[in-house]
């Protein structure tokens, strides 16, 4: 993952548009892992199935999307569950979910957690769709990897199967 060296203003960044996006973390934007076959292919899956759970409780799911975890930090889940659209989310979703590439580093997955949870999101799964492993990562709860096969977000009913998801 690149940075990219001129630091700029949260609300520069905000107003600019990058083909691909990047997060702003501390006045630095960062460039993200593209996915690659796989990984488009879960972030599909997990967008529909979240969907399909959350319509009829009037919640929204959403892929790569900006969301802005504190003031001068901008984060792009791979897919979120929230209770309102916002143009760039800045009430914690209830959800998000990282979608691991092949180019991606844990430091960098666990520091976007932590500015999850930070934020105030109660859950956090990272998916690998390579390793065929998946992870849960509760607010105030140690990650827990995903043994039996789901993805739960228990408090809101969300439950997810790699079966399901996973090419």
Request: aromatic share 8%; glycine share 4%; hydrophobic share 40%.
């Amino acid at each position: 993952m690149a940075i990219v060296p001129n630091s700029v203003t949260i609300d520069e960044y905000l107003a600019t548009s990058y083909s691909p996006d990047r997060e702003y973390v501390d006045g630095i934007i960062l460039e993200r892992n593209m996915g690659k076959g796989r990984h488009a292919f879960v972030q599909l899956q997990v967008g529909i199935r979240l969907t399909e759970q959350t319509r009829s409780l009037s919640r929204v799911v959403t892929v790569e999307h900006r969301t802005r975890v504190s003031p001068e930090r901008v984060r792009i889940p791979d897919v979120c569950v929230v209770e309102q659209l916002e143009e760039v989310t800045t009430q914690p979703p209830l959800l998000c979910v990282e979608i691991l590439s092949p180019d991606d580093h844990w430091k960098r997955v666990l520091a976007a957690i932590s500015d999850y949870h930070l934020m105030g999101v109660p859950y956090v799964w990272v998916v690998d769709p390579y390793s065929i492993r998946a992870w849960t990562f509760e607010l105030d709860q140690p990650p827990r990897e995903v043994l039996d096969g789901k993805l739960t977000a228990p408090a809101f009913g969300l439950e997810l199967t790699l079966t399901d998801i996973l090419p």
